[in-house]
């Protein structure tokens, strides 16, 4: 059994930074494209950021419940990885690339409807249509993405992390001339970004080919001498890990993405600000994300090994760690709150609100970084369905009714009707981190059995 030592911590912390570190820079980058796209569609206004906003509020959470499934792969890999079972990994990556393409249909099939939301919504016919235009351009790049994920989670599961960062740092430089093309050069305005990132979607695949077909580490798990025909056994076995994660991310996707089109009905200027307070925390949240992708990996492998006493002190070390990000999170926020929302507009009225939403955005990165810390080591464990049910309880029972109930009932004394919705999310994520905390704890006394 492992005690907390200085020893035990520097080679834990050694085996994280190697799996995690590149994780990190590769979400920073990815989450950085959007992060591109708002500040890009807000200098060329305010409607165009709020247009994007809240077509990413609708994109993100069909996106994660249609290629979400694809991240079961990085668990169910990893463990492989961790047996060195090399020859079911090969066998079952090139089944998933078909999958890929069946998940990548039903994608954009849902995308091209996604229009129907927009009938509930009572928000400036301008912002509309240009966020249906920003979803009907970018639904061109879904094939790509879903492929995409299903390279990037088998590299992932064999702990080639740093490369899935170069290539995602080299779609990030690629983005933002694209972006300058369509957005201004061709004057799209908001709806280039669509454009932008269904053609880095393809470049992006088309690296990734590259890459796992020449690379040396790709060596030992070679994907392209057989040729593999689906089966069910397989879709299965994906279905009942990924779904789950899919449908969990959903979840938590769609308590944000509802708050902004709830915040919409209040007007561009809400809209705006909220859209630039959730992509900061969500931007720096990436630290202790990062962390629990790591464990996924990390435990995933240790368990695969049937080294039980030592994914347990990981799973440890992923929460103390993930807290301390979070700590560091809520410091930067509130010291430099006002300088990073200057980034984003020179508007004051959408600055003075998004400054009042940051100081939420501290108070729930602590829940949030407990909560996908559990989350993540519980994916190394293919354990995947309780969080799932957590998250549903936590934001649609929880955190949605809160929040509604405090942005429309105008005495509950809230400056702000967008304050009401940050609240419910504090809550919402606080139950979360109970809940996933206590799954997280009874996996791990099964562990201990094995000792």
């Keep these: 059994m492992f005690n907390f030592n200085l020893e035990n911590f520097r080679l834990e912390a050694a085996k994280y930074l190697k799996i995690g570190l590149p994780i990190l820079g590769s979400q920073i980058v990815m989450y950085g494209l959007t992060t591109t796209d708002y500040i890009m569609a807000g200098l060329y206004s305010p409607n165009d950021l709020a247009g994007v906003g809240i077509a990413a509020s609708i994109f993100n959470p069909i996106y994660f419940l249609t290629a979400g499934i694809m991240f079961g792969i990085g668990p169910i890999i990893a463990q492989h990885f961790g047996a060195k079972e090399f020859i079911l990994i090969q066998q079952k990556t090139r089944k998933y690339l078909w999958y890929g393409l069946l998940i990548g249909a039903i994608f954009f099939l849902m995308l091209n409807n996604s229009w129907v939301v927009f009938n509930f919504l009572e928000t400036d016919t301008k912002i509309v249509e240009i966020g249906s235009g920003y979803l009907q351009a970018i639904s061109y790049g879904v094939f790509a993405m879903t492929i995409f994920q299903a390279l990037r989670n088998y590299s992932e599961g064999i702990t080639q992390t740093r490369i899935i960062f170069y290539i995602s740092l080299l779609i990030f430089f690629l983005n933002i001339p694209l972006n300058y093309f369509f957005i201004f050069y061709l004057d799209f305005g908001g709806v280039g970004c669509g454009y932008a990132t269904s053609v880095i979607s393809w470049l992006g695949l088309l690296i990734a080919f590259t890459v796992t077909f020449f690379a040396k580490e790709y060596k030992e798990t070679f994907l392209y001498d057989k040729f593999e025909t689906p089966d069910i056994t397989t879709f299965k076995e994906l279905l009942r890990i990924g779904a789950p994660i899919s449908f969990g991310i959903f979840v938590e996707l769609s308590l944000f993405s509802g708050a902004a089109l709830i915040i919409s009905f209040f007007g561009a200027t809400a809209l705006a600000a909220h859209t630039i307070a959730i992509n ?125 109930f405090l942005a429309f009932n105008e005495y509950t004394g809230i400056p702000n009707e967008a304050d009401g919705m940050w609240i419910g999310m504090i809550a919402g994520l606080s139950l979360s981190a109970i809940l996933n905390l206590r799954r997280l704890k009874q996996k791990k006394d099964e562990l201990k059995k094995l000792f």
């Design 280 to 404: 900061l925390a969500g931007l720096f949240f990436m630290l202790p994300l990062s962390i629990g992708l790591a464990s996924a990996i990390r435990v995933g492998n240790l368990i695969g090994e049937k080294n039980f006493a030592r994914a347990n002190y990981a799973a440890n070390f992923t929460t103390r760690t993930s807290l301390l990000f979070a700590f560091f999170n809520i410091f930067v926020f509130l010291t430099f709150g006002s300088t990073l929302i200057g980034f984003y507009t020179n508007t004051p009225e959408v600055a003075e609100i998004a400054l009042g939403l940051l100081v939420y955005a501290a108070i729930f990165q602590i829940p949030d970084a407990l909560s996908f810390s559990a989350i993540g080591t519980l994916r190394g464990h293919k354990d995947t369905f309780a969080t799932m049910l957590n998250l549903v309880i936590s934001f649609w029972f929880f955190a949605i009714p809160v929040g509604v």
